[in-house]
């Protein structure tokens, strides 16, 4: 089996990532992994990216806090820009073995309207890549 020591979770503030987060602390605790947690704001104004920040301050505070006390080494980083393509970027960046996200199961309807970001990212990351459904 592949040993996953640098682990990128990329979350989007959603109900998702507590399923998420327990998944990949599940993995990475007995691993001895590094996990970074990324989110990725979407926003038009300033306002908007300020108040994106800080929403995306406290979830990420909260899942770090949650890893650290499973003895996970966390780091957290939020982006701007489109999900895909911040989520792209940072894989190339960085030197993960793993890319973490929920899947969250938009019927036919919102993938038309809302598009699919991990179905992007399956097609273009060259590291594997865990799904994990959210509750």
Request: a negative charge; proline letters at 2%; zero cysteines.
């Amino acid at each position: 089996m592949q040993s996953y020591r640098n682990i990128l979770v990329a979350i989007d503030g959603s109900a998702a990532d507590d399923a998420l987060i327990a998944q990949v602390s599940a993995l990475a605790a007995p691993l001895g992994s590094r996990v970074r947690l990324l989110h990725v704001t979407h926003s038009h104004t300033l306002d908007q990216e300020r108040a994106l920040r800080e929403q995306a301050s406290e979830f990420l505070k909260r899942h770090r806090a949650i890893m650290e006390e499973q003895g996970i080494e966390v780091e957290v980083l939020v982006r701007s820009g489109e999900p895909d393509s911040e989520i792209l970027r940072e894989i190339e960046e960085g030197q993960y073995d793993l890319l973490a996200i929920a899947a969250h199961g938009h019927s036919l309807l919102g993938r038309i309207l809302f598009g699919s970001v991990s179905r992007s990212l399956r097609n273009k990351i060259t590291i594997p890549l865990l799904l994990v459904k959210g509750e």
